[in-house]
């Protein structure tokens, strides 16, 4: 099978162009894999006859490929397990609250920056994710249709597999695509310098940086990427942006218990960030196995999050979704669970 869901109006334009097609039918095409959403070519009524069966004696198909499983949390979170290569597995979680609808979107098969406190990571690295992948988990859920935000913080770096997930920003948010918003899509990194400044300057959508600690020397032992791409180069870059009106600057920080849930780290934190505009995200740690870290109770949190208020930093704490079938942060994994 070769999948047209997951192309860019410039594949598409590619693919009519080697089939001898008019150049016109690839925007057809697009309009009808992004807006209406067809699972056929067979469906694409306004291309000729002949023109469709030049893409399906060419092997083409649109290319949903359905869910594997899903498990459905208590609290209306949904984990979804999609098939990939060589019988191994992502999964994506659905996570309705109130009028939004969000998708959290992997992007790798397993992830190479073994942070310690992640048990993506933890698997270690078993493939990049094609456009098609990143596009599939979107379109194939059957709650499709009512997303309202997408979330690049599933399994995997999304900065490590760009060349890819460029593409499915692209897909996203242009007008012959899905046409959302940049302000509805938010990528989240470790912090990846080769392709950071890509993203910057290529895309308006919101921006994640995962933190975790404000010392370099502690950050290095919970996430390795800090001796690759140390915290302050990626502060420095962010500087140089206009945060000011175009999209959002988010840090991310899992809150450990008697690790980095006291007063020195929140006001580390608050000289580290000064002057950007940005918001801090405080997350509850998830337990996996094997790692002897444990999770700040809430009233910690809160203290921790009210220290960075009053001193200028815009704080809030995540609401913990899906930790009862292992969708909630840093729990995802490519494992087929029983």
């Given at each position: 099978m ?11 334009q590619?693919?009519?162009?080697s089939?001898d097609?008019?150049?016109f039918?690839?925007k057809?095409?697009?309009?009808w894999i ?5 699972r056929?070519?067979?469906d694409m ?15 083409y ?13 208590r609290d209306g979170t949904?984990?979804?397990l ?10 994506s979680?659905y996570?309705?609250?109130?009028e939004r ?12 920056m ?6 993506t990571?933890k698997?270690g690295?078993n493939?990049?994710l ?8 979107i379109?194939?859920?059957?709650e ?8 690049f ?5 999304p900065?490590d ?8 920003l ?14 509805r ?6 912090g ?8 910057l ?5 919101h921006?994640?940086?995962s933190i975790h ?7 290095a032992?919970l996430?390795?990427?800090q ?7 990626v ?8 945060w ?7 840090f ?5 218990k008697?690790?980095n849930?006291?007063?020195r ?11 950007l ?10 337990a ?27 704080a809030?704490i995540?609401?913990?979704r899906g ?8 729990m ?7």
């Amino acid at each position: 099978m070769l999948p047209l869901l997951g192309k860019t109006l410039q594949e598409l334009q590619e693919i009519t162009a080697s089939l001898d097609m008019p150049r016109f039918t690839a925007k057809q095409m697009a309009q009808w894999i992004y807006e209406k959403r067809v699972r056929s070519v067979a469906d694409m009524t306004n291309l000729s006859l002949a023109n469709r069966q030049k893409l399906a004696d060419a092997g083409y198909e649109v290319g949903y490929e359905d869910p594997a499983d899903a498990a459905v949390s208590r609290d209306g979170t949904i984990r979804y397990l999609f098939a990939t290569q060589a019988g191994k597995h992502i999964e994506s979680v659905y996570i309705p609250d109130h009028e939004r609808a969000t998708l959290c979107v992997s992007s790798q098969i397993g992830c190479k920056m073994n942070c310690y406190f992640c048990m993506t990571g933890k698997q270690g690295f078993n493939g990049q994710l094609t456009t098609h992948q990143i596009m599939n988990q979107i379109f194939a859920i059957p709650e499709s249709l009512s997303l309202t935000n997408l979330v690049f913080m599933g399994m995997g770096e999304p900065l490590d597999n760009w060349a890819e997930v460029s593409k499915a920003l692209e897909i996203i948010t242009a007008p012959w695509g899905m046409a959302w918003s940049p302000k509805r899509v938010t990528l989240s990194t470790i912090g990846q310098m080769q392709h950071l400044p890509d993203f910057l300057r290529d895309s308006q959508c919101h921006l994640a940086i995962s933190i975790h600690s404000p010392f370099a020397d502690e950050r290095a032992q919970l996430m390795p990427v800090q001796r690759a791409y140390p915290m302050a180069d990626v502060l420095a870059l962010l500087r140089e942006q206009d945060w000011s009106h175009q999209r959002n600057l988010t840090f991310e920080y899992i809150v450990f218990k008697g690790l980095n849930d006291d007063a020195r780290h929140a006001h580390a934190l608050i000289k580290l960030l000064a002057g950007l505009e940005c918001k801090v995200n405080l997350i509850r740690f998830h337990a996996i196995p094997d790692v002897d870290l444990q999770t700040s109770d809430i009233a910690q949190m809160e203290r921790f999050r009210d220290l960075l208020n009053e001193h200028g930093l815009t704080a809030t704490i995540r609401a913990s979704r899906g930790e009862d079938i292992f969708a909630a942060c840093g729990m995802l994994s490519s494992m087929k669970r029983g």
